[in-house]
């Protein structure tokens, strides 16, 4: 009976550091907000609903910190209007028209979907 209650004990103090730090976490200022990714289809001005979630977590994120969007100028404005349309606040958006360079090299004539990209970056 002695064995099983130091294991009990022991096993008590073993977990003691695991709620603390648990609790640290908890008061730990939000961690940085990452950039993300827009990918456009053949339509410069409509934003696709495959990328309707990330729209949404930028716009919650809009809240706490400014965004610059760069792509090129038709569906940087379009990813914009659309933030603003799922509650980001207009002030906290700029647009930097850019060219867009491709994530990968392909060959001659082989159309690159990521250059159709808009990226979304936290201040």
Same mark, same amino acid.
């Given at each position: 009976m002695r064995t099983l209650s130091s294991v009990v004990?022991?096993?008590g103090l073993a977990l003691t550091p695991i &709620?603390?730090? =648990?609790?640290d976490l908890a008061s730990?200022?939000?961690p940085p907000i990452s950039d993300q990714m827009v990918f456009m289809g &053949? =339509? *410069? &001005?409509?934003?696709?609903? =495959?990328?309707? /979630? &990330?729209i949404r977590s930028a716009a919650d994120a809009?809240? =706490?910190?400014? $965004?610059? $969007? /760069?792509? !090129?100028? *038709? !569906?940087?404005?379009a990813v914009k209007q659309e933030l603003i349309r799922q509650g980001a606040p207009? /002030?906290?958006i700029t647009v930097r028209p850019t060219p867009t360079r491709p994530l990968v090299q392909t060959g001659d004539g082989v159309a690159d979907p990521t250059e159709r990209r808009v990226d979304i970056r936290f201040q």
């Open positions: 004990v022991l096993a &709620t603390a730090m =648990s609790q730990a200022p939000n &053949t =339509s *410069d &001005t409509h934003v696709p609903a =495959s990328a309707m /979630e &990330t809009a809240n =706490s910190a400014s $965004i610059r $969007i /760069e792509g !090129r100028a *038709d !569906r940087a404005n207009a /002030e906290a």
